[in-house]
């Protein structure tokens, strides 16, 4: 079974940077795509960005598209989400996640997800 493991949480400013990471382990994913999804206190989960199995599409919500990029290394088995001009709004925790389907901005199709890491904005 593969596993999914997030990284490159933490606290910053308003209008600052941070690098998420996302390590699979147990399987190659090459063959997937892959996807960020965030959760805010009280909220559902929502879609961020999605990257299909090559890498050679992607796909954003409205909310960051312009100052969020997700890019994948399927060498390394491993995909970023990069994340800039950050926004109070944007605290959540954030999951990786991998589905057969691309692309996919719901839940339903992920068949693998990992245990999530904590970005947090300060204003």
């Known amino acids: 079974q593969g596993q999914l493991v997030e990284s490159g949480g933490g606290l910053v400013q308003a209008g600052g940077s941070l690098r998420l990471s996302c390590a699979a382990s147990?399987?190659?994913?090459?063959?997937?795509?892959m996807g960020w999804f965030r959760q805010a206190p009280g909220r559902d989960r929502e879609f961020v960005a999605t990257?299909?199995?090559?890498?050679?599409?992607?796909y954003y919500a409205d909310s960051v598209r312009g100052r969020f990029t997700i890019s994948r290394d399927n060498a390394k088995n491993t995909v970023s989400l990069q994340m800039n001009s950050l926004k109070p709004e944007d605290t959540a925790i954030y999951y990786c996640?991998?589905?057969?389907?691309?692309?996919?901005?719901?839940?339903?199709?992920?068949?693998?997800w990992g245990q999530g890491t904590q970005v947090t904005v300060s204003s």
């Open positions: 996640a991998a589905s057969e389907v691309y692309p996919f901005v719901r839940e339903g199709p992920a068949g693998y």
């Open positions: 147990g399987r190659s994913f090459s063959g997937y795509a």
């Open positions: 990257i299909s199995a090559s890498g050679s599409s992607t």
